[in-house]
């Protein structure tokens, strides 16, 4: 089944469950990929295109928390981290922190990398590899970690 097929299922269960935590971030989800469509127009959506709206949305919701907690805002770190485990539950499955220094260390040895300099290309490389499945901020700091 498709995202946004899945997610429109899951927004009918939501309302039959009375879940609105649940039903308020999948109604918004839905609206960020509606939106997403329309200016995207004429080209139809890809699934590649929903991902990255997921994505961009995941993202958002962990900036968001970091921030409130530095904040101290207790009751919208509850907010913001309900709703990004209802945005994570569409996202494939993570890599671990071991399976992607494998493959930054592939990548350095396959691009020759030996700089912080390279930094860019081996980013690009490994990124082209997890295809989506590993965190943006762990596979950077990987890469630091092992071109230092």
């Known amino acids: ?5 899945q997610l429109m299922a899951d927004i009918k269960a939501a309302m039959i469950a009375k879940d609105s935590v649940k039903l308020n971030t999948l109604r918004f989800l839905h609206a960020a ?3 997403k469509e329309i200016d995207s127009r004429p080209n ?15 993202k958002q ?11 101290g805002r207790t009751d919208l770190v509850d907010q913001e981290t309900a709703e990004l485990k209802v945005m994570e539950v569409y996202l494939p499955a ?15 040895k396959e691009t020759g990398a030996s700089s ?7 980013m690009k490389a490994v990124q082209a ?20």
């Open 1 to 5: 089944m498709e995202l946004k097929d």
């Open 94 to 108: 993570q890599m671990s922190r071991e399976q992607i220094e494998q493959v930054v260390a592939d990548v350095i």
């Open 129 to 148: 590899k997890t295809a989506g499945s590993a965190d943006g901020k762990t596979i950077s700091e990987v890469i630091k970690s092992k071109l230092n």
């Open 61 to 71: 919701r962990k900036e968001s928390i970091d921030q409130f907690t530095n904040a």
């Open 116 to 122: 912080i300099k390279d930094m860019g290309t081996v």
């Open 33 to 35: 990929i509606k939106q």
């Open 44 to 58: 139809p959506l890809t699934a590649d295109d929903v991902m990255a709206v997921l994505k961009k949305l995941v």
